[in-house]
Nanobody
Framework: QVQLVESGGGLVQAGASLRLSCAAS????????MGWFRQAPGKEREFVATINRSGASTYYADFVKGRFSISRDSENTVYLQMNSLKPEDTAIYYC????????????????WGQGTQVTVSS
């Protein structure tokens, strides 16, 4: 069992940056690929980024390439650095964990966090 707790969301202006964090419980953090999803009001939840267990491989949705960066530390935290934020990035951002990045990219992670709100004003 893995519990995920996101933090770092907030209200920012367009063009600003935010860094989201996701702290995972348990001793097996290194056994999981990690990822981020988001859900905007009235829309379905969508994949944002994923990172493999070692941190050596990452994959991004096209709409965030060049602006967002996913990383992880060796202990229990995964990050999402978001730069050049746009109003259309406004959403609840969810952390996720799974056995592989393929499952995350297919929107089939095993564990989900509760989400953190990101609001970007124009």
């Amino acid at each position: 069992q893995v519990q995920l707790v996101e933090s770092g969301g907030g209200l920012v202006q367009a063009g600003a940056s935010l860094r989201l964090s996701c702290a995972a419980s348990g001793r097996t953090f290194g056994s999981y690929a990690m990822g981020w999803f988001r859900q905007a009001p009235g829309k379905e939840r969508e994949f944002v980024a994923t990172i493999n267990r070692s941190g050596a491989s990452t994959y991004y949705a096209d709409f965030v390439k060049g602006r967002f960066s996913i990383s992880r530390d060796s202990e229990n935290t995964v990050y999402l650095q978001m730069n050049s934020l746009k109003p259309e990035d406004t959403a609840i951002y969810y952390c996720a964990a799974s056995a592989s990045t393929l499952l995350i990219r297919d929107s089939r992670p095993t564990y989900w966090g509760q989400g953190t709100q990101v609001t970007v004003s124009s």
